[in-house]
């Protein structure tokens, strides 16, 4: 599903992101990333998303080369890529059910589509009885979940997940992990960049260790 070629970034200070990368990741695998601060690892997911555009090789997604693709494209590509941060980005005048709700509004959902799948993802994160609730309302746990089902929404074929428990406690973290283990189990692909060692042990699938821009 995703092929990185020869892919190298360099930033506008000299800084060299990613060296000369070569990685294959497989429709439905759960890839997790890690490394040291400052080793690529979110430079790698900023490719996919076609925030940035490689210095050299290729980005290929589904079979088509991200840098060919054209600016009216992007957004639907974007669809296709749930993305989780570590800081949640949720709106806070918004409830749960329009924080949601929002993903769908701002590509032109109907009111009837909106009220039929916004429901029934929040119930695949747990979030039900949370539907009114505002993030100040909530804990750091739910923010989390709460953003899977943003992410989520527009059933997305890959999950990319950057630092998803890095300001969660130890029960909270795993909640978050377990819920992307049974998205990947529904068939997502999930890309999580992680610090935790523990997390990746208990994830059990396939690692990819960066270290200075190289695999």
Known sequence: MIEYKN?????????V?????????KDGEFVSIVGPAGAGKSTLL??????ITPDKGKVIVDGVDLAGISGNAIPLLRRKIGTVFQDFKLLTSKNS?????FA???CGANH???????PKVLSIV???????????????GEKQRLAIARALIHRPRIMLADEPTGNLDLVNSYDVLRLLMKINELGTTVIMVTHNRDLVNAVGRRVVSMEKGKI
């Open 7 to 15: 892919v190298s970034t360099i930033y506008d200070d000299d800084f």
């Open 17 to 25: 992101a990613l060296d000369n990368i070569n990685l294959e990741i």
């Open 46 to 51: 900023r490719l996919l998303t076609r925030e």
């Open 97 to 101: 059910f329009e924080n949601v709700a």
């Open 104 to 106: 769908l509004e701002v």
């Open 112 to 118: 009837r589509q909106i009220h039929e799948d916004v």
């Open 126 to 140: 747990g979030l039900t009885d949370k539907t009114n609730s505002f993030p100040h309302q909530i804990s750091g």
